[in-house]
Structures are given as structure tokens and as C-alpha cells.
Nanobody, 126 residues
Framework: QVQLVESGGGLVQAGGSVRLSCGAS????????MGWFRQVSGNEREFVAA????????AYGESVEGRFTISRDNAKNTMFLQMNSLKPEDTAVYYC???????????????????WGQGTQVTVSS
């Protein structure tokens, strides 16, 4: 059974930093394109960042470009999201997602992904 598990969320002050991790069991992330999304209750899931299977290609949502960095360590079967210069509007549940895809490509649409984590809350206080 495939499981993606996010960790690293919590409460942080505006201007601070948080690093999220996404680990997997039952799935080799080296065979996957990956992504981070976030969702505020009542809103649609928003694209945050995506990375190709090798890590050679990345993409970011407009609201996080220049502040967040997505990366991965396939040897550790883990993906990361470094979040800097956090703003109160970054408050959300953050989800990692995986798509079985071992070619060049990144994916911005939630519907592109095959597997999802349960989410981790990030709260940014002003």
C-alpha cells in the first residue's frame, strides 16, 4: 500500500522559515514526478511547487516564487519544501503528491497526480 507522509508543519511567525518533508512507503519516488499543493478550508487546492523525477526541472506557483524551494533526495525517498519569508497568507494545509512519471516534466494540476499525503498544517502568525 502506498503512503505519502508529510512532516515539518507547525506555527511560525511572519518572516520565518519552515521546511516540509514528504516521505513515502510502498512507492519509489525516483519513479515519480512530485508536487506540493496547499488548501485553505473552503477553497480549491492551490499549486505550490513541482519537481521532475530527477530534480532537474522545477516549477512554482506565482505567490511563492522566489520564497519557496522544492527539492528531493531520491536516495532517501524524500521530497522537501523549504519555505522562507513566510506570510500569513501562506497559512494552509500543505499536501505532497506523486505521479508515476519518469520523463522530463512537472505538473501543476492536482488531477495529474496519482498519490497524495494526508497533509500538514502550516500556520503563519502576523
Amino acid at each position: 500500500q502506498v503512503q505519502l507522509v508529510e512532516s515539518g508543519g507547525g506555527l511560525v511567525q511572519a518572516g520565518g522559515s519552515v521546511r516540509l518533508s514528504c516521505g513515502a512507503s510502498g512507492l519509489a519516488l525516483s519513479n515519480c514526478a512530485m508536487g506540493w499543493f496547499r488548501q485553505v478550508s473552503g477553497n480549491e487546492r492551490e499549486f505550490v511547487a513541482a519537481i521532475s523525477w530527477s530534480g532537474g526541472n522545477t516549477a512554482y506557483g506565482e505567490s511563492v516564487e522566489g520564497r519557496f524551494t522544492i527539492s528531493r533526495d531520491n536516495a532517501k525517498n524524500t521530497m522537501f519544501l523549504q519555505m522562507n519569508s513566510l506570510k500569513p497568507e501562506d497559512t494552509a494545509v500543505y499536501y505532497c503528491a506523486a505521479k508515476l512519471f519518469k520523463r522530463i516534466g512537472v505538473f501543476r494540476s492536482p488531477s495529474s497526480y496519482d498519490y497524495w499525503g494526508q497533509g500538514t498544517q502550516v500556520t503563519v502568525s502576523s
